[in-house]
């Protein structure tokens, strides 16, 4: 299992090449950027720069937010910098997201997606290979490319394509049309083996799909520090909880309820009340707690087995 630096509050333009650097010299073998505060296209092509030969990857962008030739562009773009080291991860979001932060249409999450990512596909074969653009999908359209506009091959073929995915039917269409899954930071191993493991089975014996996750992780050089950490990781957790397509994830816990409570309060903004809804035995189900220089252990041992790569993700 590789170990992934994953920033919580997403990459910052300014930052992105030291936090590049930064995670060549302490070993990291990758970086992943996530669209939350910052969209993530821009920082990564700083890293690029500053970071030759360090995987990059968005995990991940909002497809919805943008239509696929925008997408398309941009990750042909960063494949072509980092020499074929990008990773395309791309997410629906939530409806409300998508149509009231974005102000973009929502419908058939599940058939949009896969449709997006045959878009994709079918731009990319266009500037790399000279195929004629002609995709016509039940959401999509792509008929028009003229010289003026093709930015002609990347020289390393199209990036990889990994959709987050946390309902069965969003993991099996991921395993249909996809190069690898990016897990919801809200999985357990219990979880996994409940309700993804079955989906991707054959998928990943057949080889050729990478499976990913941006693991929690609460840390620090002292008890007090780890303290905090856990605090701020148990936080992340009860936002989590409180999105209602996230409830199956406590129900199965048997804390449906709690995931109710978690959403009133959401409502009522109550941000910081539902801190404390998130018990220890939960804390601990999503979340691996460890000193530093102990992290690379605990992480192998809770997910060496089932994931290809983890990333880092300290939310503080």
Known sequence: MKIDLYPGFGLELGTAASVARTAVEQGYDGLWALEAPREPFSPLA????????????????VAFARNPMVTAGLAHELARVTGGGFVLGLGTQVRAHVERRFSETWSEPVQRMADYVAALRAIWACWNEG???????????????????????????????????????MVAMATEVADGLVLHPLTSPRTYEERVAPAVGDRRRSGGFELTC??????????????????????????????????????????GERADRLRQMSREGRWDDMTALVTDELLDEFAVTARQEDVPAALEARWGAVLDRAGVYQPY
């Open 46 to 61: 700083v890293a690029a720069l500053a970071a030759p030969g360090l995987q990059l990857r968005t995990s991940v962008a």
């Open 214 to 255: 941006p693991v929690l992780v609460a840390t620090g050089t002292t008890d007090e520090e780890v303290d905090v950490a856990r605090h701020a990781v148990r936080k992340q957790i009860a936002f989590y909880a409180s999105t209602p397509a996230y409830r199956w994830v406590l129900d199965l816990y048997g804390e």
């Open 131 to 169: 195929v004629p653009l002609e995709h016509v999908g039940s959401h999509y359209r792509h008929t028009l490319m003229t010289p003026m506009f093709d930015p002609g091959p990347s020289g390393v073929g199209a990036p990889p394509v990994h959709l987050a995915a946390v309902g069965p039917a």
